[in-house]
């Protein structure tokens, strides 16, 4: 497991510390849909990395304006990932 660190200016730390989430948290969670926008990672590897489940993950998705869709290629992948977690 890696640990990301970066600085945000106080002014904006200040403002974020009055959301209901971590500012640890919504930036894993930021830097995670990331990837996923980008296709570096796949959906079943935002859910395991989040600890959330499919839905829950689409929802997440949907709050960051990021849309489910997913190539053949990315189906079949997440087809062989979800093959290997079973094993």
Do not use: W
Request: proline share 2%; hydrophobic share 40%.
């Amino acid at each position: 497991m890696t640990t990301i660190r970066f600085e945000i200016p106080k002014d904006i730390e200040d403002r974020l510390r009055n959301e209901p989430t971590t500012l640890s948290d919504a930036a894993k969670e930021a830097f995670l849909v990331d990837l996923y926008r980008r296709r570096s990672i796949t959906l079943h590897d935002l859910c395991m990395a989040l600890g959330l489940g499919r839905i829950e993950v689409e929802a997440v998705l949907k709050a960051h304006d990021v849309s489910l869709e997913l190539s053949v290629e990315q189906f079949r992948a997440e087809i062989a990932s979800l093959r290997t977690d079973r094993k």
